[in-house]
C-alpha cells in the first residue's frame, strides 16, 4: 500500500476513534477532551492564520483558541469530525503523507491509550512508514537531548543516530513506540533505554 494510502487510512482511523469515543473522552494532550483535539485537527488544517499559535503559543495561541472554539461552536463536534474525514484542502493534498500521518497516527494513539484497556496495534506498513519518518526526523524530535547521544533500534536490531554525541543511549522498541515516545508520550510509550547517556534521554523534554 502507498504512503499516501496510509495517512488516509490513519485519518479515517483517527475520525473513527473520536467518533466511538465521544466528545468528552480523555486524551494524552495535556487539558484536552476529544472534542479540544478535533477542533485543534480542523483548524490546523483549514485556519492557516492560527498555525503560529499552534508551533508558538504565546499570544499567538490565544488566537488559535478562539479559532478552535468557533470552530466547535459552529460545526458541533460530529460536524468537526466529518471535515477532518473528509481529507485536506485542495492545497494540502498533495503533502498530505509527509504532514499528516505521523500526526494522525499519534493523535489516534492520544485517544486509544488515555484508555487502560487498549490493545497495541499490529501493523507491517505502519511500522514500516513510521521508521522512515523517523529517519527523516529523529535528529529534530532529539535536540532537546543534552550531553548525550541518542540511537534507536528496532527489535531487528536496526539503528537509527539521533543525535551525535557521548555518552551514548538506545532507545529501543517499535517503530510506533519509538515516535510515541520522541512526540513526547513518554508514560504510555513501551521501549527500553539503555547506555550511558540515558539518564539525559529520561530527563529531556521531547515533543514538537
Not at 89 to 101: A, I, K, Q
Not at 166 to 171: E, N
Request: charged share 25%.
Amino acid at each position: 500500500m502507498p504512503s499516501s494510502h496510509l495517512a488516509r487510512t490513519e485519518r479515517a482511523r483517527l475520525c473513527d476513534v473520536l467518533t466511538e469515543s465521544g466528545e468528552v473522552a480523555p486524551t494524552l494532550c495535556e487539558g484536552w477532551l476529544t472534542r479540544d483535539l478535533v477542533a485543534h485537527l480542523f483548524v490546523r488544517e483549514r485556519r492557516p492564520v492560527a498555525m503560529p499559535g499552534i508551533l508558538l503559543g504565546g499570544p499567538l495561541g490565544q488566537l488559535t483558541n478562539r479559532s478552535m472554539a468557533s470552530a466547535l461552536h459552529r460545526f458541533g463536534y460530529a460536524g468537526l469530525v466529518a471535515k477532518v474525514r473528509s481529507g485536506p484542502p485542495l492545497l494540502w493534498r498533495p503533502f498530505d503523507e509527509f504532514v499528516n500521518l505521523v500526526e494522525f497516527f499519534v493523535h489516534t494513539e492520544d485517544v486509544r491509550r488515555a484508555s487502560p484497556n487498549f490493545e497495541p496495534r499490529s501493523d507491517a506498513q505502519l511500522d514500516a512508514a513510521l521508521w522512515s519518518a523517523l529517519g527523516r526526523m529523529s535528529r529534530l524530535l532529539a535536540h532537546r537531548v543534552r550531553g548525550a547521544g541518542l540511537d534507536l533500534e528496532r527489535p531487528d536490531g536496526a539503528r537509527i543516530v539521533a543525535r551525535r554525541a557521548q555518552p551514548r543511549a538506545v532507545l529501543g522498541g517499535g517503530a510506533q513506540e519509538l515516535v510515541l515516545f520522541l512526540y513526547g508520550r513518554k508514560q504510555v510509550a513501551r521501549v527500553t533505554l539503555s547506555g550511558a547517556g540515558q539518564q539525559a534521554v529520561r530527563e529531556a523534554r521531547f515533543g514538537l
